[in-house]
């Protein structure tokens, strides 16, 4: 079983930044992917960025240049830094750890508001 907590969400003005974090706990050694997803009020769940064990990193369009994600695989932890934050990135941002057998583990989400 594998327990995925993130942090570091809250209100920043438009252009600020913000840096999320996500520990995963528990039978962590084989996770493969690890990564950011979002879901803004009325949306659906959208990927933003995802990072496999190797470092092979997958962003969003709408979020390249501006967010970078990063992995710590000793701490079993991924990074979220955002820089240039729009009111449109105003959403839930959830963590995900993947284990090829079992799928997606999620965590419970943190809230991250854009004020314009």
């Known amino acids: 079983q594998v327990q995925v907590v993130e942090s570091g969400g809250g209100l920043v003005q438009a252009g600020g930044s913000l840096r999320l974090s996500c520990a995963a706990s528990?039978?962590?050694?084989?996770?493969?992917?690890m990564g950011w997803y979002r879901q803004a009020p009325g949306k659906q769940r959208e990927l933003v960025a995802v990072i496999t064990r190797l470092g092979s990193t997958t962003y969003a369009d709408s979020v390249k240049g501006r967010f970078t994600i990063s992995r710590d695989n000793a701490k079993n932890t991924v990074y979220l830094q955002m820089n240039s934050l729009k009111p449109e990135d105003t959403a839930v941002y959830y963590c995900?750890?993947?284990?090829?057998?079992?799928?997606?583990?999620w965590g419970q989400g943190t809230q991250v508001t854009v004020s314009s």
């Open positions: 528990g039978i962590t050694f084989t996770i493969n992917t």
């Open positions: 995900s750890a993947r284990d090829p057998r079992y799928g997606s583990y």
